[in-house]
């Protein structure tokens, strides 16, 4: 009996996500727990795996279709065998959604009428997705007045979208009362008509050639982030330089040791360690802004900001008060390991307090960092390299490295931030 592969439970609160790109094609023998097809939500992409193993019998989703969690994403099976398609099999229950028709199928196809506002009084309670959450308070949308095409009348992003861009054209002005009133004007022809002004084309014409790349929803929700934090906190930059030579021969004499335990020590996990170590020191940078008053955060959650093949995710070391350096070490590996592999689950990049972003693993010198709301700040570090430093009116060689902290300014200010990087430089400099 072919066995169904559904869209799997991806975090507390995930209900949806949007069918990245298949990894197998129908015809392929795949073994148990393969990974068959990269599945994007609003913070992260990760693969969903197969089951079962077998041949893929049929694949039920297109790319870049949006299904809510439960969905039949395939069939695998043994060449020949019965796909329970129209719910008749002992599995039916699953939510299916077919591959789409040719698109001159669809254009024929009438679309399902909104359903009239006066029928949709009241606040929405319904579930709705994150994203959809995100972007209709972004845009001040009453969801009860949208009207709901998922399963169950739920609210889809493409509805909430659709809706919005519905209200933009209805509030857009109308040309025509100014031509009515030229032509009333005594003693003025009628204007001689005119063909209306065509849209802009996709590509640009005065700056030459051009492709248009679709974004995708990691992309799409990285350029919403980075718009609404620099629209929402009053960011500042202060920049240190640190000396790292105490941590550089503490690593050397106990990378061995880590790696046969399995672990890489990377420069990454002292400075962790040593921010939370200031964090329980200055615990105002620990916090959130709200207009009731500032949010004092009890857990310790450190959000390393990771490259990623299709930009940035920020995934979070829960708890990071409760470990040694050892362990420090060993989850930083972790999640940069899944991050890059895609890996990660939506419960793994949320929740965190405070950021940190090593952006000088690619050379960069130094930076200056947009907060990952709500949080307070952020902390940048640069490349360490060997500089020429004047020591005690001697010169000398250093790894030194410029460390730069940008921070809300509605709830730090200069000193308070300097002090929270001043006792990170005196923990990494005098490192035992």
């Not at 054209?169 to 009133?181: D, H, I, L």
């Not at 990691?218 to 105490?246: C, G, L, N, Y």
Request: net charge negative; charged share 25%; with cysteine.
């Amino acid at each position: 009996m072919a066995s169904r592969i559904t869209l799997p439970e991806m975090g507390e609160g995930v209900i949806e996500g949007t069918l990245a790109r298949w990894l197998v094609k129908e015809g392929d023998r795949i073994e148990q727990y393969a990974p068959i097809a990269e599945v994007e939500t609003d913070k992260v992409t990760t693969e969903t795996t197969s089951e079962a193993a077998g041949v893929v019998l049929k694949l039920c989703v297109n790319e870049g279709a949006t299904i809510p969690v439960g969905t039949v994403l395939a069939y695998v099976g043994e060449p020949g065998e019965k796909i329970f398609d129209n719910g008749d099999g002992p599995e039916a229950g699953a939510e299916h959604v077919p591959v789409e028709a040719p698109a001159a199928q669809q254009a024929s196809e009438p679309l399902p009428a909104a359903q009239p506002v006066a029928e949709r009084k009241g606040a929405y309670t319904g579930r709705i997705s994150p994203v959809v959450g995100r972007i209709a308070a972004d845009h001040g949308v009453d969801l009860g007045q949208v009207a709901g095409t998922g399963r169950d009348g739920r609210i889809t992003k493409e509805d909430i979208l659709a809706y919005i861009d519905g209200q933009q054209a209805a509030a857009a002005p109308s040309p025509a009362p100014a031509v009515e009133a030229r032509r009333e004007a005594p003693g003025l022809a009628p204007p001689a008509p005119s063909k209306p002004a065509a849209s802009p084309a996709p590509s640009p014409t005065q700056d030459g050639p051009a492709d248009l790349l679709p974004l995708t929803s990691i992309r799409r929700s990285i350029a919403e982030h980075m718009v609404r934090s620099k629209q929402t906190s009053p960011h500042v930059t202060t920049v240190f330089e640190f000396d790292f030579s105490a941590v550089a021969a503490h690593r050397k004499a106990n990378k061995d040791q880590y790696l046969r335990d399995g672990v890489r020590l990377t420069f990454t996990a002292y400075i962790v360690a040593a921010a939370v170590q200031a964090l329980k020191k200055h615990p105002m940078v620990n916090s959130s802004w709200s207009d009731d008053g500032i949010l004092l955060k009890r857990d310790i959650n450190i959000g390393m900001a990771t490259a990623i093949e299709d930009g940035l995710i920020v995934p979070v070391i829960k708890n990071a008060d409760g470990l040694n350096l050892l362990g420090l070490a060993r989850t930083i590996n972790d999640l940069a390991d899944r991050a890059r592999g895609k890996q990660l689950r939506p419960d793994d990049v949320k929740g965190g307090t405070f950021s940190i972003t090593n952006h000088g693993t690619t050379g960069s010198l130094f930076a200056t960092p947009i907060i990952n709301q709500p949080q307070c700040g952020i902390l940048g570090v640069g490349a360490i390299e060997k500089r020429v430093k004047v020591i005690d009116d001697a010169i000398a060689i250093r790894p030194m490295a410029f460390v730069s902290f940008t921070f809300d300014h509605r709830i730090l200010d200069g000193a308070s931030a300097d002090n929270f990087v001043s006792t990170i430089k005196e923990l990494i400099e005098n490192w035992r």
